[in-house]
C-alpha cells in the first residue's frame, strides 16, 4: 500500500471484502498501533516538552499524570481534553487525541462540546475554557457531571 487511505476509502473496501482475514493483511498499516501514552510521549519528545509541564497546564495531579504517561492508568475523556489543551491542540489534534485515547469526539450539537470547540478553535488556555464553561453554566473539564465517554 503506497499511499495513506482515508476512513472512508478504507470502509469501502471493508464492505466489499469477503474475507476480513484478506482486508486485515492487506491493509494492516492503515491500522492504528500507536497507544495514548506513546501519543502524549512521542509528542513531547517532537517538542522537547517534558511530561511534567504538560500535567502541570493540564491542571492534573502530577502522580496521576504520570500514570496516564506510563500507561498505567486511563484518561477520561475530560483528562484527555485537559492534556489537549496544556499541549496547544487545535480542534483538529483534540479529536485526534480522543480518537487514540478511545474517547468519543467532540460533537457540536452538544453545547459543551461546541464551547470546548468554540475553545479550541480560538486557541484558549485550559484556564479561560474553564471560565467560559463556568460562565455558560456547563460543567467545567475535570467534572464528574456531563462525562461521556
Given at each position: 500500500m503506497d499511499k495513506q487511505?482515508?476512513?472512508?476509502?478504507?470502509?469501502?473496501?471493508?464492505?466489499?471484502?469477503?474475507?476480513?482475514?484478506?482486508?486485515?493483511r492487506e491493509n494492516?498499516?492503515?491500522?492504528?498501533?500507536?497507544s495514548f501514552p506513546e501519543y502524549?510521549?512521542?509528542?513531547?519528545k517532537k517538542?522537547?516538552?517534558?511530561?511534567?509541564?504538560?500535567?502541570?497546564?493540564a491542571n492534573l495531579d502530577k502522580s496521576f499524570g504520570h500514570q496516564i504517561f506510563a500507561g498505567k492508568r486511563n484518561p477520561s475523556r475530560d483528562t484527555v481534553l485537559q492534556l489537549s489543551f496544556a499541549m496547544n491542540s487545535d480542534y483538529k489534534q483534540a479529536q485526534e487525541?480522543?480518537?487514540?485515547?478511545?474517547?468519543?469526539?467532540?460533537?457540536?450539537r452538544i453545547k459543551r462540546d461546541a464551547a470546548v470547540i468554540f475553545c479550541l478553535n480560538n486557541h484558549k488556555s485550559l484556564v479561560d475554557t474553564q471560565i467560559i464553561l463556568n460562565d455558560l453554566g456547563l460543567p467545567m473539564l475535570g467534572g464528574k457531571k456531563n462525562e461521556r465517554g
Open positions: 487511505l482515508s476512513t472512508e476509502e478504507l470502509l469501502v473496501m471493508l464492505f466489499k471484502e469477503n474475507e476480513p482475514g484478506n482486508f486485515f494492516e498499516p492503515a491500522f492504528l498501533t500507536l502524549l510521549n512521542t509528542w513531547c517538542h522537547l516538552e517534558v511530561p511534567e509541564h504538560v500535567i502541570r497546564r487525541m480522543l480518537r487514540i485515547a478511545g474517547k468519543s469526539q467532540l460533537y457540536p
